[in-house]
């Protein structure tokens, strides 16, 4: 007998191959739920994790890209076949069910049914063996769209980012200063380290300049983000890696915006936040709201400063060094520089235990690891603590005026340890002695004075 005749869209099938490699390690699917937890601000091992990949996956993943997502996070057409589906119809042709029960049974034309098996087998074997993983993997590598990224094909406008972030500066007669030689080891520049020297515009000054020294040209034209894109994501051609050295961060890998946010210490719950914080403290019309940080100086020596926020009126947080400072600190062990969590709980709380409780509603601070000890504070004191978002010192806009002020008698760079009390009361009275203009040329101790007056003429003032 003869070979059976078969249909003709079988014998113009795929004929056997050999395999274009491993498939790789998680699907589509996988990969977009990486890229979300992301940018849900989650490190690369949890948003494997949160994916259903392992973490060294997810790290590789991350790394490979420059902390970018290679493909679109919107979701798949419903005109394609999903894994789900592809496993359905495996588990039914495993059952020798007939194309259109099978097409029944997952409301799909029977013509996909048919395609989808003969197009999408395993034909390693010689036959046409239908697996889900392996369909899925062949529909994957067929949908494949590489676009050509806009500076690979166009020279002058990669001519133009490329002098513009990586240029060299030169003199006003034109003579280039190449700077300190930096060699580029695949990772951001380390602290106090030379940085290599360049023109450095960002990827948006360029996108943005671009329309004005070619107004009529429109393909010289290019989205800031195709620029980060092409930096940072491998195989987007036309920039090399080490060029995100030119970049003010200067970081190895883009960093997305909602693990900044993140940021928080451990010891800050979102109950205690400044979001949490009463709305009588922003119009600064009810008095003992306080505002508070540190202004570091040489050997990591620290002077703890609070100021009010209805007076200005400013105390002065003495913090001198242990007797230890200098040796090998203990693990686990105080600060012994002198501004630990409990050396400044004390030091708030002996300076602020004087008020009236009325003069003490709330304290206002960063999320430095000194407030470590905040809970202790307010049992100690009774006083309502608030921190501010990471990154944000204009929250405390009072408080950072006021250290700039100080700045005057402590530089930076000096060692604040050799100040003892009477020369921290003796600058806390010159600025509370000095008329400002927003008290309508009141001095902050007579404003503050006026509150503690009131208090008492009413007889509420309340002190331990």
């Known amino acids: 007998m003869g070979t ?18 491993r498939p790789t390690a998680g699907r589509r699917e996988h990969r977009c739920r990486f890229w979300e937890a992301i940018a849900r601000g989650l490190s690369s091992e949890e948003a494997a994790l949160a994916a259903g990949v392992s973490p060294p996956v997810g790290t590789r993943w991350f790394r490979e890209n420059g902390g970018m997502p290679p493909i679109s996070l919107a979701p798949l057409s419903g005109r394609y076949l999903s894994f789900a589906e592809r496993e359905d119809i495996a588990i039914l042709h495993a059952r020798h ?5 099978i097409a029944r049974r997952i409301s799909r034309s029977p013509s996909t049914i048919s395609r989808e098996l003969r197009r999408n087998a395993a034909t390693r074997s010689g036959g046409l063996e239908y697996r889900a993983s392996t369909a899925q993997w062949h529909a994957d590598r067929k949908a494949r769209r590489p676009k050509v990224a806009k500076l690979a094909t166009n020279d002058e406008l990669r001519r133009y980012v490329h002098d513009r972030l990586a240029g060299k500066i030169a003199t006003a007669d034109g003579t280039s200063v190449p700077g300190p030689t930096v060699p580029w080891n695949g990772r951001r520049h380390g ?50 890696r080490e060029l995100v050295a030119c970049l003010r961060t200067g970081r190895a890998l883009r960093v997305p915006r909602a693990r900044t946010r993140g940021r928080g210490k451990s010891f800050v ?196």
């Open 4 to 21: 059976p005749r078969r249909r003709r869209s079988f014998r113009a099938g795929r004929s056997p191959m050999r395999s274009p490699g």
């Open 191 to 240: 602290p106090r380290q030379d940085r290599r020297w360049a023109a450095s515009w960002s990827p948006e000054q360029i996108a943005n300049r671009l329309k004005v020294d070619f107004p009529d040209d429109e393909s010289m034209r290019i989205s800031h983000e195709a620029i980060y894109q092409a930096l940072y994501v491998q195989g987007r051609g036309a920039l090399r």
């Open 97 to 101: 069910m007939g194309l259109r029960d």
């Open 269 to 464: 719950r979102s109950e205690i936040m400044i979001s949490q914080r009463p709305a009588e403290v922003g119009d600064r019309a009810v008095p003992g709201h306080w505002e508070g940080d540190l202004i570091v100086g040489l050997g990591s020596s620290a002077i703890g400063t609070l100021v009010e926020r209805t007076t200005r009126f400013t105390m002065l947080l003495l913090l001198p060094p242990m007797d230890d400072h200098g040796q090998p600190r203990i693990k686990n062990g105080p600060a012994l520089a002198g501004h630990g969590a409990e050396a400044v709980r004390d030091a708030i709380a002996s300076s602020i235990i004087t008020l009236p409780t009325q003069l003490r509603r709330s304290l206002t601070w960063d999320q430095g690891a000194e407030m470590a000890q905040h809970v202790q504070l307010r049992i100690d004191t009774g006083l309502p603590i608030y921190f501010c978002d990471p990154h944000s010192p204009w929250q405390r806009g009072t408080n950072e005026n006021t250290n700039g002020l100080l700045r005057q008698y402590f530089p930076k760079g000096t060692d604040l340890s050799r100040h003892s009390r009477g020369d921290l009361d003796a600058v806390a009275a010159a600025l509370n002695s000095r008329p400002r203009k927003t008290l309508s040329w009141k001095t902050p101790a007579e404003a503050f004075s006026d509150h503690l007056y009131s208090l008492k003429q009413s007889g509420v003032a309340t002190t331990p």
